[in-house]
């Protein structure tokens, strides 16, 4: 799902329909979607690397050199030799979902507030810094369709704006989280990163990832590990 025109003066994206992926039944996938296959493939682990961190958050620590990954959970949907891919989970866009829905013309404004409660329970978050005019929804695996790509048991990642269409209509996935861009390293460079200190590592949460407040997301990942964010400091760790 492509999210046009970039971002607006506040910071918001200013959605359009141009470039957004309508899939029709029985056609050939859009190009990007068979990128986007190829590149979670590429970094998709194979089962004899069982040092990957697919299905991990990453949790950034104190002496991350990034701004933009300060303080920030990330979701890793690939890991690998090759690289890592992954969505930020815990930085919020200024758009509610209902709001984009508008902007897209899934939803008129009088039926926004007619909206499903799974449609205003969807986040729309700050996905990473690559590609941010890009959408992806990262989801339960109760909802497939052709464009769906499996990400692990009981995730799912839809780049397609079918997916937003049938949470509007209140039969889409049970859980669903939206992404404006995500989180890419080259090979070797998330391993470096932790090895610096970066970021912590931990198994993921469902109920973490998918949860609507995103505030708490930071300190509650963090109590997986028993870590209080008031006495963290940069030494690394890992679960």
């Not at 404006?180 to 610096?196: K, M, S």
């Not at 949860?211 to 590990?225: N, Q």
Request: hydrophobic content about 40%; overall charge negative.
């Amino acid at each position: 799902m492509a999210i046009s025109r970039g971002f607006g003066n506040a910071g918001a994206p200013r959605i359009g329909a141009q470039g957004l992926t309508r899939h029709v039944a029985g056609a050939k996938a859009p190009g990007h979607l068979y990128l986007l296959r190829m590149d979670l493939e590429k970094m998709r682990s194979r089962s004899d690397e069982t040092s990957s961190l697919e299905g991990h958050f990453l949790i950034a620590m104190p002496g991350m050199d990034d701004e933009r990954f300060a303080r920030s959970v990330v979701y890793v949907c690939a890991h690998s030799s090759n690289g890592a891919m992954g969505f930020v989970i815990n930085k919020g866009q200024p758009l509610s979902f209902a709001a984009l829905l508008t902007q897209l013309d899934i939803v008129g404004n009088e039926d926004e507030i007619r909206l499903p409660g799974k449609g205003r329970e969807v986040s729309v978050c700050m996905g990473g810094p690559v590609e941010r005019g890009r959408g992806f929804v990262l989801h339960s695996d109760d909802y497939d369709s052709e464009s769906t790509v499996s990400v692990d048991e009981g995730i799912a990642l839809t780049p397609t704006l079918d997916i937003l269409k049938a949470i509007s209509k209140g039969i889409g996935p049970s859980t669903a989280i939206m992404a404006l861009g995500y989180a890419g390293w080259g090979a070797g460079q998330l391993e470096a990163e932790i090895a610096a200190n970066g970021w912590l590592t931990c198994p993921a949460d469902l109920a973490i990832l998918f949860d609507a407040e995103l505030d708490g997301k930071y300190s509650r990942a963090l109590g997986i590990l028993g870590v209080d964010p008031a006495f963290l400091t940069s030494e690394a760790g890992h679960a």
